[in-house]
């Protein structure tokens, strides 16, 4: 049943927690705590990889691992940030810079971090990561060898880097090409770099653990990841369809970045598939997450882990609802490959080699934001910047432009999302106030 | 005084210095016979090739001066100053004039954003006078196969370069610039020889004339003239003071090390690309001939920016030995960070030779801008010279 435009037909509670959310919670601790018990017990090589290196390798060959930035999440959320930086300052080094990226780097400086405090309290996050064997990066950016060098001698872990090259070719729609035309997406010179990466990376880990890898294995994991990015499919398109919309990016960033790390795995299916199914029911009840929903929001840039609650600020004042995050929407549009079984070396490197181009390379982001915004009925776009970050720095003006071309306002501004001391609440809700009264609603207004 | 009279006094020094000081001025007399100007961003766009194509390469500099009225508009304030304002003369129609294409090479996380941001640029403002840009995506990582891939990635530019000049570039026309461009490193290395030896001839500011003029000048008038002023130095008098070396941003102009030498310090090398790093390694002519210009950028001494810590620890360490420098200036502007990364592990190493260093961090651009410098400078200088002599 299609919810367009669907009115709410009651008047329900605010949505702010889904079971999904929860349940990925919940099982990303055991998981974790499993995980970690399974490397220290059994000596285990363990690896910290970052975002954009192709997991699914490692989840093929039964490699434990953590992603640094599901990691830097985890420590935000154990308040070690302030702790982190002052590591960061007593060793010598800039504690303002890359802090989302250099959060386990501060930790392996941390002498404390698996020791326990004087209440029988682990004072590193969850106890502190298991020391890592294995560090990977991509050079995605230039202090991508400089975090992850210092990491691998702290741990005195072997160190494993892959390249990133940029693309040519270009086209627009990128969202329509990836699940089954990446060959029209990417220049082929591109994939085969990476295919060939991929074969060196696989005979690293093989010296390295002595695992075996086989082919098979990585073609079910990346089966199992186009099983779950398609619920996070449907789960986009259902919300966008919605009016009002049942649950906000509270709900949403969390249960999908958290069961995004655990992706080529039956649970991660099993979670995705149990999010759509609570949010479809929601949908079908004609739930509302805001009672009297007036503006949808579309929220741009890294979460704000450290104040969730800010997205629900606005919500009672002025039935604003923070409904779009790059979150749920990257599991829609950018990870699905089709036709794995055709060469599923080449579908993983392509799907690992745009991943951080659709995000932060114009006009791949920007066109994108345009398009999304559009399904979901967006009001008005809050875009934080990070403001220390080149990495994270991904042309702005376009977006911007583009978006306001198409008559959404945008309220674009510069913060750290895991630095509190750079954080002032007050003063970006009464920025994001003022942009609501100001541009969104009169927008709005005009647009009805 | 940083450039001494004996300098001033030469022919050939002088000669350099007009074409440092006004350096759009080759470029604008080479556009004016009818030929074809590349104006390159980012230290790893190969000049071999694009003589080899008939073209004049010249370097994108900043100007202190320019408001930056596009930059601004186009650029987040993440972007390292020097760069922004480098960025401002390549989108209001200085190049346009200046030169026939812009090329930039993935040197730095900051430039590649500037070539996408050019790129989009172009698409959705196409009445901005921006010149046709290429891009070089180099790999740095040290690999055979990414050794492959940059002769590949060469041989794209190769192609673009036929295409803007059309006319087929032959292996041996490579060749034969190549060979230009290892004469001029070769000139050089024997000019930075005189700040490297147990007498110092060449002060720093001196020797950033001599190099720097050379990203705005035929190679082979370059070439002469560094010959020339090399055989003359010769016979300058020696500089004495403590031996520094300087690291960090780039440094387009004299201000910082006539700031540093003004207290009585001698800068005996750097490793910027205004500076000794620009003419370190050679094609190896017994190469074929993509492969020789390819392996050339891929080789040479571990910059910055595309370097492990680990790596940059080393270089330091070898570039310091090998001038005999005492001191070590670390300098980098704001949002220009990355080598920050390196810098708690260099001061480490160096202090266990007995190496003293001073830091200046997250630096305003230009150099004027910060308060305090030059009084800092003194400072260190006191203490390298209570050490020193």
Known sequence: ?448 | MSIRDCALQSRAFSALKQVYDSRDAVAAAWKAQGKKVVAKLGCDVPDELVIAAGMLPIQIYADPKKTLQYTNQYLEHAFDPQVRAQFERMVDGTYQNLADYIVISNSTDIVIRVFLYLRELKRVEPQMPIPPVAFIDWLFTRHQLHQNRNQFVLNLFKQQLEAWSDHVITDEEIRQASILCNENRQALRQMAALRHGSEVRISGSEALVIIGAGLFMEKTKHTALVRQVTQEAQNWPVLTGPRVFYTGANQEDLTLYEMIEKNGLVIVGEDTDWGERSFDHDCNLEDPAIRAVADRYHFREFSAKKSLVSQRVEALDREVGACGAKGVIFYTNQYDEVATWDMPKQRKSLEAKGIRHITFGKMNWPVEKNRGLEQQLAVFAAEMKGAVL
């Open chain 1, 1 to 448: 049943m299609s919810q367009q435009k669907k009115e709410p037909v009651s008047k329900s509670v605010v949505v702010k927690k889904l079971n999904a959310t929860r349940a990925a919670s919940i099982y990303q601790k055991k998981w974790f705590f499993e995980m970690k018990a399974r490397v220290e017990n059994e000596g285990l090589d363990f690896a910290i990889l970052n975002a954009d290196v192709p997991m699914e390798i490692f989840r093929a060959m039964d490699i434990p691992f953590v992603v640094n930035q599901w990691w830097a999440a985890i420590c935000g959320a154990k308040r070690m940030t302030r702790k982190y930086f002052d590591l960061m300052q007593q060793n010598g080094y800039r504690p303002d810079l890359n802090s989302y990226d250099a959060q386990a780097l501060a930790e392996s400086f941390d002498p404390d971090d698996h020791k326990l405090d004087e209440e029988g309290h682990p004072m590193g996050p969850w106890g502190g990561l298991p020391k890592p064997t294995i560090c990977i990066t991509r050079l995605t950016g230039d202090v991508q060898n400089k975090i992850y060098g210092l990491l691998a001698e702290n741990y005195q872990a072997d160190l494993y880097v892959m390249e990133n090259t940029v693309a040519r070719t270009t086209p627009l729609n990128w969202y329509e090409l990836t699940a089954d035309r990446w060959e029209e997406l990417y220049d082929s010179d591109r994939l085969d770099l990476a295919v060939e990466e991929l074969k060196e990376l696989i005979r690293f880990l093989e010296q390295k653990t002595g695992r075996s890898f086989e082919m098979k294995k990585l073609e079910r994991v990346m089966h199992l990841i186009n099983e779950q990015e398609s619920y996070y499919k449907k789960t986009r398109d259902l919300i966008a369809e919605c009016h009002p919309v049942p649950v906000t990016v509270v709900d949403t960033i969390n249960a999908v970045m958290q069961a995004q790390w655990q992706r080529g795995t039956e649970w991660g299916v099993q979670h995705a598939k149990g999010l759509y199914e609570e949010i479809k029911t929601l949908a079908d009840k004609g739930e509302a997450a805001v009672p009297g929903e007036k503006l949808r929001m579309m929220w741009l840039g890294r979460g704000m882990w450290q104040d969730f609650a800010f997205y629900q600020r606005f919500e009672e004042k002025y039935g604003a609802v923070f409904m779009w995050s790059m979150y749920l929407a990257m599991g829609a549009d950018a990870y699905i490959r089709n036709h794995v079984e055709q060469d599923p070396l080449r579908a993983l490197a392509a799907r690992y080699i745009g991943m951080e181009d659709f995000i932060h390379m114009p006009p791949w982001n920007s066109s994108w934001f345009v398009q999304q915004a559009l399904q979901n009925d967006i009001d008005g776009v809050v875009y934080m910047i990070p403001d220390n970050d080149i990495q994270a720095v991904e042309g702005s003006y376009f977006i911007k432009k583009n978006l306001e071309a198409a008559g959404i306002p945008v309220l674009a501004f510069h913060a750290d999302p895991v630095n509190p001391k750079k954080w002032n609440a007050e003063t970006m809700t009464g920025m994001v106030e003022e942009f609501i009264e100001k541009r969104v609603i009169p927008a709005q207004k005009a647009k009805n």
